[in-house]
């Protein structure tokens, strides 16, 4: 590696995803290796917290390990060593953080802590190399939806949030209500597509006094009365086109939120991030809002919308830039904010 090249051994394990890449300076993966646990959590319908933090002891050195032999380098290449530090569930979390303090130490390596959800806007900065701030970010993840203006590398804007349910953790819901499983996003999205999206109409919440803000939990509330309704009834109902109909309207909520934000902050660049970010129906409805107006629309591949160490590698090398560097004393914070500093 040159000299001025700035490498950074990137750590995720904020829920139930084991994950570490190699990333040089910021935009270029090196490798970005993903130990999931989908298969061991569908068996419960959803993430057990004690069992994920079980088998990201058990898989975190082996994918630390995979890592940095596809990127072809060993820790003397390292330049600093960056790490999911929250939210997340703490358990999680504390491996993670334990992992990276360990090399650091050991390697005499600069540590550096990461927002999971900055690092899910980073995730941008990996295949839109002409993308920088300011711009818009509707980050839509299983735990948060947020209606971010990226200022500056490392410096955020909250112009909206939801007020209950995160979009993904309503899409979850709504799977299980209908008999579809975990994990709800992808499998409401493929039964949507055997749907009629005009089936039924749900409720689309907005929010007295704070245009920007979401609430999630009427229209999974809708759903779930739908369906309790039909049954007492004996009448059947279609999943598929539950799938579709309450995608829709989840879809169309976000969709206007951003364009509603993007208009009146006079924003030309708007990006998406997070797991429900891979959403085929999201993307092509802000795809073609956005060509409507005029407004650059960015998006990372599916790969990079779900939890991924890659994303944290280019969000640790903007806060290295920035001169950040954190303590034996880095912790996991389960509950940290957007811009709170650590």
């Not at 007020?163 to 579809?180: C, N, P, Q, S, Y």
């Not at 409720?203 to 007295?208: D, L, S, T």
């Not at 004996?234 to 309450?246: G, H, L, R, T």
């Amino acid at each position: 590696m040159a000299d001025k090249d700035i490498v950074i051994l990137a750590i995720e394990s904020s829920c139930d995803e084991t994950a570490a890449a190699v990333v040089k300076n910021g935009r270029e993966v090196l490798s970005n290796v993903i130990s999931s646990q989908i298969a061991l959590h569908t068996l419960y319908g959803g993430v057990v917290p004690e069992i994920a933090s079980r088998k990201h002891i058990e898989k975190i050195n082996q994918v630390i390990e995979e890592a940095l032999s596809q990127a072809g380098v060993g820790l003397d290449d390292i330049t600093a060593v960056g790490v999911t530090c929250g939210p997340g569930l703490v358990g999680a979390l504390l491996v993670g953080v334990a992992e990276a303090k360990a090399i650091s130490y050991a390697r005499k390596l600069p540590l550096v802590g990461v927002h999971h959800i900055e690092g899910h806007i980073s995730a941008n900065y990996i295949e839109n190399k002409d993308l920088e701030p300011p711009f818009l970010c509707l980050v839509v993840s299983g735990g948060h939806t947020h209606l971010v203006r990226v200022l500056d590398y490392g410096k955020y804007e909250i112009l909206g949030r939801t007020r209950d349910d995160a979009a993904g953790e309503a899409f979850d819901k709504v799977a299980r209500a209908i008999g579809l499983g975990y994990p709800g996003g992808p499998k409401i999205e493929a039964a949507a597509g055997n749907g009629n999206p005009d089936a039924i109409s749900f409720p689309q919440a907005k929010v007295r006094d704070h245009p920007y803000d979401f609430s999630f939990s009427g229209v999974k509330s809708a759903v779930l009365n739908y369906i309790n309704g039909c049954r007492m009834k004996n009448q059947d109902f279609v999943p598929e086109d539950i799938a579709a109909s309450f995608q829709k309207a989840v879809v169309e909520v976000l969709t206007a939120h951003a364009m509603l934000a993007a208009q009146e902050s006079g924003t030309r660049k708007l990006a998406i991030a997070g797991g429900v970010a891979s959403n085929g129906a999201l993307r092509g409805a802000m795809q073609a809002a956005c060509k409507k107006r005029g407004i650059e629309f960015y998006h990372p591949s599916p790969i990079l919308c779900t939890d991924n160490a890659a994303m944290i590698g280019t969000a640790a090398y903007y806060e290295y830039l920035a001169g950040t560097r954190h303590g034996w004393d880095l912790n996991a914070i389960p509950n940290l904010r957007l811009g709170e500093r650590l």
